[in-house]
């Protein structure tokens, strides 16, 4: 009896094992490079950005009202960082059949009418998001490259406030990319915001 | 008129025109013990916002549910606020759909700091829907939209 509850136990430490891999990355995993397209039609890797220090990916989107409200805030992001070797690297991963206004030709009107100047990759398969374990939009994992390896160094919002960034109290992407710029720990590597489930394709 | 006197208005005619449920605007440990106060009821609380497609899409389900099933109280939490500072939407909503549900407004910031209170597992995409057995304390927590028929499933395995 002691060995079937053992048994039972253990079945159910490795069923919830698997579950958590299924889910996605966690803070401190290697994360691998992608190539998706562009706005501009090009492929994009992350191994092309030579001279990175590491990586805001965001997946992201243009339906979702909480993106809106950050847009202006990753485009600054995108600015102050993109010189200091952490460019913002956009991925738009919801199914066109449950969201029309997240089609490729959509995300190249919304780019060019926002002027984003930095890439918003077309994730048409998921593989990423789901490799990744984007759930929400926007949610951003910020990567820091050691050689040749991608590390996840932070996963989550991009600050506390969605109504209202002049009023965030915790930047949580600029202080964890400020931290490792400076070689210190991330103050804080994980959050959760309110955003919009990523629209996946039908089963 | 400003935003705040207009949204006083707004709440005040409701009152006066006599609505049976009246959003209120709550904090986050309201919600808390409604997961936890002993009832004889299973609470469903859908946490849903004006701005979700799918929430909208799947209220009529945890409508029909809180109507049918006497063993069910469905609560819809609006998470408005966190991008809009005027309940105002959420009001016109719940006048226009004629939700019969009770509905409340959740008004918090800094969303990481309550998010798991209402369950680990949640990342904070809506829709969301937690189901609870106060009694027994068993829950279930689906991140997605809700499927025809799984509402009644899910309330089967926690009776």
């Known amino acids: ?203 | 008129m400003n935003r705040f006197a207009l949204s006083v208005f707004l709440y005040l005619s409701a009152i006066t025109i006599g609505f049976s449920q009246n959003p209120r605007v709550v904090k986050i440990s309201e919600i808390e013990s409604l997961i936890v106060t002993k009832s004889d009821k299973i609470q469903v609380i859908n946490f849903w916002a004006t701005w979700c497609a799918p929430c909208v899409k799947e209220m009529p389900i945890l409508e029909k549910a809180n109507l049918e099933n006497g063993n069910i109280k469905v609560t819809l939490v609006s998470l408005d606020l966190d991008i809009d500072p005027s309940p105002e939407k959420v009001f016109k909503f719940v006048e226009r759909k004629k939700i019969t549900s009770r509905v409340l407004i959740l008004d918090e910031h800094d969303p990481n700091s309550w998010i798991d209170k209402i369950d680990n597992q949640w990342s904070g995409a809506l829709p969301a829907t937690l189901l609870v057995n106060t009694k027994t304390g068993n829950r279930k927590f689906i991140e997605r939209e809700l499927r025809e028929g799984e509402l009644d499933d899910l309330i089967k395995q926690l009776n």
Request: aromatic fraction near 8%.
């Open chain 1, 1 to 203: 009896m002691k060995k079937a509850i053992q048994n039972v136990c253990l079945l159910v430490i490795l069923i919830s094992a698997t579950q958590s891999i299924k889910k996605g990355y966690g803070v401190g995993d290697i994360a691998i490079d992608f190539k998706l397209k562009n706005i501009d039609g090009k492929m994009v890797s992350l191994s092309d950005y030579k001279s990175a220090k590491g990586f805001i990916v965001i997946f992201d989107c243009n339906s979702c009202p909480v993106s809106k409200l950050y847009n202006t805030r990753i485009i600054a992001l995108n600015k102050k960082y993109l010189s200091l070797g952490f460019p913002v690297v956009a991925i738009n991963s919801n199914d066109e059949q449950q969201s029309p206004d997240d089609s490729y030709a959509e995300m190249v009107s919304e780019a060019n009418k926002k002027k984003y100047d930095f890439a918003y990759l077309h994730d048409q398969s998921q593989e990423v998001a789901q490799t990744y374990g984007a759930t929400n939009t926007p949610h951003v994992f910020v990567l820091s490259k050691n050689g040749l390896s991608l590390k996840v160094a932070y996963i989550g919002a991009i600050d506390d406030n969605s109504r209202d960034g002049s009023k965030a109290e915790k930047k949580y992407v600029e202080n964890a990319v400020d931290a490792l710029l400076n070689g210190n720990q991330v103050p804080v590597t994980k959050t959760k915001a309110i955003g919009c489930g990523i629209k996946w394709k039908d089963a």
